[in-house]
């Protein structure tokens, strides 16, 4: 008898299942506000990626209706919880191009940019996400300056440049680490010039002097002049940068350095 019981219970517990999978099907012969609101139900109950594909349907059967703006945002927002982001972004920009008037289309260039952003991988990976993400928040921020969304999207980018900062200072530390100066100088210079703003770029200045203190002296006498005038450049390129850096006094210990060694390579020349 309870083995029946059970049988009888989990039959019903199937046909209330299927029952309700069926209620929210999009079946031949729906409206296209029936298969609208079937599709908002999947994606109010979080389950995007039957969502995503209902959106799908009511797209196919309404373009040119007034449903067919509110399946586009909704497909691509069900996308991008569903952690789809590069889909996402394809759809949010397709919405902010085929309806140019929705008071949504900010939203959506702004989702655009943030499904790049979560694209984004660690600083050492390849950052071609990254730049696709910047790109298409300073694009935003140009259009919409001033908002909300738009401050949001400069934390953003600064964030971005940092990783991408990172990455060129660490080329630069690993050329220095296996003495290659005149690269790791290179990298140095690249981290402050494309990325001033960074957390890292008064750090690479004062490195950047160390490397071509390093790069001179590593240099045949011939050579070494030059290198260590470019180590007194770019100390005077940091004073004009960072007038108040935290790292003033490594910067002038470095730039010591270097004049004093120009003052032994003149010294061999003028005994010459």
């Known amino acids: 008898m309870l083995k029946t019981n059970k049988i009888l219970t989990l039959l019903l517990v199937l046909l209330v299942a299927v029952g309700c999978r069926?209620?929210?099907?999009?079946r031949p012969g729906d409206t296209i506000e029936i298969a609208f609101e079937k599709a908002m139900g999947l994606y109010e109950r979080e389950r995007y990626a039957q969502a995503s594909r209902a959106f799908?349907?009511?797209?196919?059967?309404?373009?040119?209706?007034?449903?067919?703006?509110?399946?586009?945002?909704?497909?691509?927002?069900?996308?991008?919880?569903?952690?789809?982001y590069l889909t996402a972004a394809s759809e949010f920009r397709r919405f902010s191009r085929n309806y140019t008037r929705d008071d949504r289309r900010q939203e959506a260039e702004f989702m655009e940019a943030y499904?790049?952003?979560r694209l984004s991988p660690r600083y050492n990976l390849d950052q071609t996400e990254t730049y696709n993400a910047l790109d298409r928040f300073q694009l935003f921020v140009?259009?919409?300056?001033?908002?909300?969304?738009?401050?949001?999207?400069?934390?953003?980018m600064d964030e971005l440049r940092d990783k991408l900062a990172k990455k060129k200072f660490n080329a630069a530390e690993m050329y220095m680490r296996i003495r290659e100066y005149r690269s790791a100088a290179l990298y140095y210079r690249l981290t402050v010039e494309r990325y001033p703003g960074s957390s890292f770029a008064e750090e690479a200045l004062v490195n950047q002097i160390l490397a071509?203190?390093?790069?001179?002296?590593?240099?045949?006498?011939?050579?070494q002049q030059e290198r260590y005038e470019m180590a007194v450049e770019a100390y005077q390129q940091y004073l004009q940068i960072f007038p108040r850096g935290q790292n003033r006094e490594l910067a002038e210990d470095y730039y010591d350095r270097a004049l004093t060694g120009l003052a032994s390579v003149s010294t061999v020349t003028a005994e010459r």
């Open 22 to 26: 069926s209620s929210q099907t999009i």
């Open 56 to 84: 799908e349907t009511v797209l196919s059967m309404g373009r040119g209706t007034d449903f067919a703006a509110d399946a586009q945002f909704y497909l691509a927002k069900s996308h991008f919880h569903n952690r789809a």
């Open 115 to 117: 499904s790049h952003y």
């Open 142 to 156: 140009t259009r919409y300056p001033g908002t909300e969304l738009a401050e949001e999207a400069q934390e953003y």
């Open 212 to 223: 071509y203190v390093y790069y001179a002296e590593n240099s045949v006498r011939e050579r």
